[in-house]
């Protein structure tokens, strides 16, 4: 009898148990949610607002990813993330926008997240990239190559890199050097090869193109 009047109180707790575990399982399906909930848990957590701004981006909400990586980096800003988050997100925007002032901006965190970690290839590699975007080809050149020394895959990398400036500027015989160096080196004999008949069509040498676009298809 006691029991009795207990009885609606416990199917209501028991409700909006079942309502939260609802909305949580909806929450562990969008990344998103996941992370907003985290950082209301955690406000001052730098690892929550930087995990947001990275699921934000893949959401194209660049304005938001933006705001949560500032978040990120002003909690914590002896972390190398936020601000190599920061300076590729606005690489990005100002590549595809064609705007220099994003451009400089994402300078200006990649030389932070460098500050930080003065060793991280990722930060230095993008760096490259900026420059290029900039038109600073010649800095773009210096880093890319002094990146090449790393390690075998970066060689290969910056062989790819070299070579696209080389086209831009219509050096074929400098970017044909760059594409049989990286054929050389025999990781990615597809991409060389692609790269190669690139610049075989760009020469108007059909035929050659062929050939190399064939040989990256029996890789």
């Given at each position: 009898p006691l029991a009795l009047p207990m009885m609606p109180m416990l199917?209501?707790?028991?409700a909006l148990l079942l309502?939260?575990?609802?909305?949580?399982?909806?929450?562990?399906?969008?990344?998103?949610?996941?992370?907003?909930?985290?950082?209301?848990?955690?406000?001052?957590?730098s690892g929550?607002?930087?995990?947001?701004?990275?699921?934000?981006?893949?959401?194209?909400?660049?304005?938001?990813a933006i705001a949560a990586f500032h978040r990120a980096r002003d909690l914590a800003r002896s972390e190398w993330a936020p601000p190599f988050?920061?300076?590729?997100i606005h690489l990005d925007r100002g590549r595809t926008a064609k705007d220099y002032a994003d451009l400089?901006?994402?300078e200006r965190w990649l030389l932070e997240s460098l500050?930080?970690?003065p060793t991280r290839e990722r930060s230095r590699w993008y760096l490259a990239e900026t420059w290029h975007a900039m038109?600073?080809?010649e800095k773009a050149e210096d880093e890319f190559r002094s990146l090449a020394g790393l390690s075998p895959q970066l060689f290969?990398?910056?062989?790819?890199?070299?070579?696209?400036?080389?086209?831009?500027?219509?050096?074929?015989?400098?970017?044909?050097?760059?594409?049989?160096?990286?054929?050389?080196?025999?990781?990615?004999?597809?991409g060389s090869n692609l790269g190669l008949a690139d610049l075989e069509l760009k020469r108007g040498r059909r035929a050659e193109a062929l050939l190399f676009a064939q040989a990256a298809l029996e890789k």
């Open positions: 199917f209501v707790t028991l309502a939260l575990t609802l909305r949580r399982n909806e929450d562990w399906r969008d990344p998103v949610r996941i992370w907003a909930s985290a950082v209301e848990v955690s406000p001052e957590s929550a607002w930087n995990a947001l701004g990275v699921q934000l981006r893949a959401k194209g909400d660049l304005p938001g988050n920061l300076g590729t400089q901006e994402a500050r930080v970690r038109g600073r080809i290969e990398m910056t062989r790819f890199a070299l070579a696209k400036m080389a086209l831009d500027r219509e050096h074929y015989d400098e970017a044909e050097a760059l594409y049989r160096e990286a054929l050389g080196v025999g990781r990615d004999p597809v």
